[in-house]
C-alpha cells in the first residue's frame, strides 16, 4: 500500500513569494495534519483538517492556510514567505476515529529553502 | 498540557540495549504516551504507545511506572539502522491534534 505522499520533495523560493504544497493521505484516510519541522526541532504542530472541515491549528501567522479535496488530499499554502519559513513540512494522515491516540503516518515531507 | 523533557543525546554500540527516559510530571489521567522515531529526510514514525505498565511489540517495550510521571522506551539489541531522534509524546484522550507537542527529541547514534 502507498504512504503518504507529498509533492515537491524539495523547494526554493524568495522572500515575499508564495508557496503552495500539497499531499495525499494513506487510502481510506480522511485526516490529514501538517506540521513544520525547523531544522534540529521536533515537528510543530500547524494545521489538522479532517473531511474538508478544519480541525485544529495551531500558533502559525495568517500566512498560513490549508484546504482539503473530497479526495481527502490537502494543500498548504504559504503567503510572503520570510526566510524563517525555511523548514521541512511534514503531512500526516490519519483515519481519525474520533480518538486522539490514533497513530498518524507521516509522509517524507518538502523541505522547503526561502533565500 | 503535559510537557515532556527528554535527554538531547545518547550513544550505544550495536547490540547493546537501549533506554531512552522521558519525564512528564504533569502528565494528564487520560493522557496517552507515545513514542515516534524520525530518521533524517523523512517523517516521524510511531514506534510504541502505551497508557501504564509495559507495552512490547515487535520494536520496542515502553515501560511506564505506576505514577506515569515518566516512561522508559526500550530498544533491544540496536543496529545501526536505529540511529534516529526519538521523540516522547504526551497525547490527551480528546481533542485535536494541536495538543500534540513535539519536543527536540532524542537523538540517538549506534556505533560499530
Known amino acids: 500500500d502507498a504512504g503518504v505522499t507529498q509533492s515537491p520533495t524539495h523547494l526554493i523560493k524568495t522572500r515575499g513569494q508564495h508557496v503552495t504544497l500539497r499531499c495525499s493521505p494513506i487510502s481510506g484516510h480522511k485526516s490529514v495534519s501538517w506540521y513544520q519541522q525547523v531544522l534540529g526541532q521536533g515537528p510543530q504542530f500547524i494545521f489538522q483538517?479532517?473531511?474538508?472541515?478544519?480541525?485544529g491549528r495551531g500558533n502559525f501567522p495568517d500566512r498560513f492556510s490549508a484546504r482539503q479535496f473530497p479526495n481527502y488530499s490537502s494543500e498548504l499554502n504559504v503567503n510572503a514567505l520570510l526566510l524563517g519559513d525555511s523548514a521541512l513540512y511534514l503531512c500526516?494522515?490519519?483515519?481519525?476515529?474520533?480518538?486522539?491516540?490514533?497513530?498518524?503516518?507521516f509522509g517524507p515531507g518538502t523541505r522547503l529553502l526561502v533565500l | 498540557l503535559a510537557k515532556t523533557t527528554q535527554p538531547i543525546s545518547m550513544d550505544s554500540y550495536e547490540g547493546q540495549e537501549v533506554n531512552i527516559t522521558c519525564s512528564h510530571n504533569n502528565i494528564a489521567t487520560n493522557d496517552y504516551i507515545t513514542w515516534y522515531q524520525q530518521f533524517p529526510s523523512q517523517g516521524p514514525r510511531f514506534i510504541i504507545q502505551?497508557?501504564?505498565t509495559k507495552v512490547t511489540n515487535e520494536v520496542a517495550s515502553l515501560f511506564i511506572p505506576a505514577d506515569r510521571k515518566s516512561s522508559t522506551l526500550s530498544l533491544p539489541r540496536v543496529s545501526l539502522s536505529d540511529t534516529a531522534v526519538y521523540y516522547c509524546?504526551?497525547?490527551?484522550?480528546?481533542?485535536?491534534?494541536?495538543?500534540?507537542?513535539f519536543g527536540a527529541g532524542t537523538r540517538l547514534a549506534v556505533h560499530p
Open positions: 483538517y479532517y473531511e474538508k472541515e478544519e480541525r
Open positions: 500526516a494522515s490519519s483515519a481519525d476515529t474520533g480518538v486522539l491516540q490514533e497513530t498518524q503516518y
Open positions: 502505551g497508557y501504564k
Open positions: 509524546l504526551v497525547a490527551p484522550f480528546s481533542g485535536g491534534y494541536n495538543k500534540l507537542i
